[in-house]
């Protein structure tokens, strides 16, 4: 073979081994930390052992418990669904759980019993409605210390946030009962709307026009308008009303009845009309509620666990039973966590003519009763077990997770990710395809020249013929 001959067979071969490298770490094959929105997570709170239990909302059951403060009542999930804010009334305290690690990474001191608890729409404030010390927590996200207390009516409750994250609405059941309003930027009150005795549950539509409020005492749903901060209707539903929820598309409210434990039902409220249009008959004193992301499920807890309402036709199809009873105040939902998608990081390959290598206190006379708040969440890259099946007092961990797949504690999405996701998904199919064009053709060159490659490798000359 002519030297020349030799030349190009040689710079052929690295060439082929050069791309190869490349399309194949072009090609996104490597693990990534990305999140299964698909699964629908929920989580309640449960103040006989004082924990927060995850719920699997595909299977129905509960995949693992988390140890909180004692008495944990009110929940919420962050907007992203990366973190739970957990109410602990007997502790004074908020505990806030990270669901990607699902672990506690912080807890923040507040008033005393907290009840209620609420996330602002971009995640960086939670409210917390204090019922001995009447008033409100104002927690920062990004710091995890409370930047506010604001001085509300007696006795506050429940607590949500308008659409835009400009108002708080908070249930005050002392005296005639109120609904405080809270101007989120000053941190001031700025209204009161008198509503019916003994208001919980409080809930806002997704346009920020309405807002549904349970007054437990008389049996009703007070409406109020937003724009007036007047009660506009009076819904009368079954007997002791507590948490209150609207549907996503804001179509329909479901309202919790209590009853006196032999008649629990929830009342399903045309928003259109403002009647009743069906009560399903569910568990044994049911207190909270919380709709699915997609409108299609209700979830109500009660003392035995979870009943879930089909929309379309308001009828139990499925129970899921949690340990010492459940319950929920308000409407807690989000979608599943917002994750880092970047590929983990690839070996350093160094490439050459002559060779390759690589670089390397429960209340006795209480039933156990817990909130719960319903949210997406992934566990791609994360394998759980219960305590059941490890003995162990906390979840445990059955992979470990890189540092760039986790969150850090005060990480804070401001934007939806959707705004570039169509870009995104081009760029990934283009760089997808690139890598396997280059590395099939890179193949078929290596595959021609074999006998070169294994020589080069071997740092002799092929054998001329």
């Known amino acids: 073979m002519k030297k020349k001959d030799r030349s190009d067979s040689t710079f052929l071969a690295s060439t082929a081994l050069l791309l190869f490298i490349i399309g194949f770490s072009s090609t996104p094959l490597v693990a990534t930390a990305q999140s299964d929105s698909s699964t629908i997570y929920a989580y309640a709170t449960t103040e006989y052992d004082n924990t927060v239990s995850i719920i699997n909302t595909v299977t129905n059951t509960v995949e693992a418990k988390i140890n909180v403060g004692v008495d944990p009542y009110g929940i919420a999930v962050n907007p992203t669904g990366t973190r739970v804010y957990v109410a602990n009334a007997a502790s004074n305290t908020v505990s806030i759980i990270d669901t990607i690690t699902r672990t506690v990474?912080?807890?923040?001191?507040?008033?005393?019993?907290?009840?209620?608890?609420?996330?602002?729409?971009?995640?960086?404030?939670?409210?917390?409605?204090?019922?001995?010390?009447?008033?409100?927590?104002?927690?920062?996200?990004?710091?995890?210390?409370?930047?506010?207390?604001?001085?509300?009516?007696?006795?506050?409750?429940?607590?949500?946030?308008?659409?835009?994250?400009?108002?708080?609405?908070?249930?005050?059941?002392?005296?005639?009962?109120?609904?405080?309003?809270?101007?989120?930027?000053?941190?001031?009150?700025?209204?009161?709307?008198?509503?019916?005795?003994?208001?919980?549950?409080?809930?806002?539509?997704?346009?920020?026009t309405k807002v549904y409020v349970a007054n437990s005492f008389v049996n009703n749903?007070?409406?109020?308008?937003?724009?007036?901060?007047?009660?506009?209707?009076?819904?009368?539903?079954?007997?002791?009303?507590?948490?209150?929820?609207?549907?996503?598309?804001?179509?329909?409210?479901?309202?919790?009845?209590?009853?006196?434990?032999?008649?629990?039902?929830?009342?399903?409220?045309?928003?259109?009309?403002?009647?009743?249009?069906?009560?399903?008959?569910?568990?044994?004193?049911?207190?909270?509620?919380?709709?699915?992301?997609?409108?299609?499920?209700?979830?109500?807890?009660?003392?035995?666990?979870?009943?879930?309402?089909?929309?379309?036709?308001?009828?139990?199809?499925?129970?899921?039973?949690?340990?010492?009873?459940?319950?929920?105040?308000?409407?807690?939902?989000?979608?599943?966590?917002?994750?880092?998608?970047?590929?983990?990081?690839?070996?350093?390959?160094?490439?050459?003519?002559?060779?390759?290598?690589?670089?390397?206190?429960?209340?006795?006379?209480?039933?156990?009763?817990?909130?719960f708040a319903i949210t997406g969440v992934s566990k791609d890259t994360i394998g759980y077990v219960t305590k059941e099946e490890t003995g162990t007092e906390e979840p445990t961990r059955t992979e470990t997770v890189t540092e760039e797949s986790t969150p850090a504690k005060t990480e804070i999405e401001t934007e939806p990710e959707e705004t570039n996701s169509g870009s995104k998904n081009i760029l990934d199919y283009i760089n997808t395809g690139a890598g396997v064009i280059c590395a099939f053709a890179a193949l078929i060159g290596i595959f021609i020249e074999r006998d070169k490659i294994a020589a080069m490798i071997k740092g002799n000359n092929p054998k001329q013929k």
């Not at 996330?119 to 210390?145: L, Q, R």
């Open 221 to 371: 749903v007070s409406v109020i308008d937003t724009d007036t901060n007047s009660v506009t209707a009076t819904i009368d539903v079954g007997e002791g009303p507590y948490g209150v929820a609207v549907t996503p598309d804001g179509t329909k409210v479901y309202a919790t009845n209590r009853g006196n434990g032999n008649a629990s039902t929830v009342s399903v409220i045309d928003t259109s009309t403002n009647t009743i249009v069906a009560t399903v008959n569910v568990g044994t004193y049911p207190l909270g509620v919380a709709v699915s992301p997609d409108g299609t499920k209700v979830y109500v807890v009660n003392g035995g666990g979870m009943s879930v309402i089909d929309t379309t036709t308001n009828t139990i199809i499925a129970t899921i039973e949690i340990r010492g009873g459940s319950s929920a105040f308000g409407q807690f939902i989000g979608p599943a966590p917002v994750q880092d998608s970047t590929p983990l990081p690839v070996a350093d390959v160094d490439i050459d003519e002559s060779s390759s290598s690589g670089g390397s206190s429960h209340n006795s006379d209480s039933p156990g009763y817990s909130f």
């Open 105 to 208: 990474i912080s807890t923040v001191n507040v008033g005393v019993k907290p009840w209620g608890v609420a996330v602002n729409p971009d995640g960086t404030k939670v409210y917390v409605a204090n019922i001995e010390s009447s008033s409100v927590s104002v927690i920062d996200t990004t710091t995890n210390t409370v930047t506010a207390t604001v001085n509300v009516g007696d006795y506050p409750y429940g607590v949500a946030v308008n659409p835009t994250g400009t108002k708080v609405y908070v249930t005050c059941i002392e005296n005639s009962g109120t609904v405080d309003i809270i101007d989120a930027a000053t941190n001031i009150v700025i209204g009161n709307v008198n509503v019916g005795r003994g208001p919980e549950g409080v809930a806002v539509n997704p346009t920020g």
